[in-house]
């Protein structure tokens, strides 16, 4: 309930679905506060759901940094998923300087060895929320990148490596 967890959507449950949800608690309960992550914005939802726990994890990660007395710019990073986490995981560590060079769905990996850009992350945002596509299809359009099937990132990159996430 309310004051033990907070459900919140996922893979194929949206604001949509959350509305659903939201509405037949409230109408159910009369009350709302608290009940349910993911709400639309005119119903007291976050302005940056979408992003907030790809976006969290790298703050996390910045803050274990800093315990350690270093930074997140020029680390080596393999992000593990291509979905909603790893898509905005990678844009704040693109942002925050780091070099990700792993992104992976149920069927395999991708390895940049030069890293992912804000360029190649538009175009995997693309293949992955609009077209649908498998991980294996980003090698389609930047041939540089090397697919391995079956394959966790930590499986198969070969170098220097700072931070596997999320």
């Known amino acids: 309930g309310a004051d033990t967890d907070v ?6 449950v949206g604001a949509r679905e959350i509305g659903y949800l939201f509405g037949q608690y ?3 309960r009369n009350e ?3 009940v349910l992550t993911g709400k639309n914005i005119k119903w007291g939802g976050s302005l940056i ?8 994890a790298v703050y996390f990660l910045e803050e274990m940094c800093k315990d350690n007395n270093t930074i997140i710019r020029g680390k080596n990073v393999l992000l593990s998923g291509s979905g909603n986490v790893a898509q905005f995981a990678c844009e704040k560590l693109l942002q925050l300087g780091a070099k990700v060079l792993t992104f992976s769905d149920s069927n395999g990996t991708i390895v940049d060895k030069d890293g992912f850009n ?3 992350l538009t ?6 929320n ?3 596509g498998r991980i294996s299809e980003f090698k389609d359009k930047y041939p540089s990148v090397t697919y391995y099937e079956n394959k966790k990132p930590w499986e198969c990159f ?7 996430m999320p």
């Open 123 to 128: 175009h995997l945002k693309y293949l992955k």
């Open 130 to 132: 609009e077209k649908r």
């Open 49 to 56: 759901r979408p992003e907030a726990t790809g976006y969290g």
């Open 118 to 120: 804000e360029e190649k």
């Open 158 to 164: 070969e170098g220097q490596v700072d931070c596997i």
């Open 32 to 34: 709302f506060t608290g």
């Open 7 to 12: 459900p919140a959507g996922d893979i194929g």
């Open 26 to 28: 409230k109408r159910l």
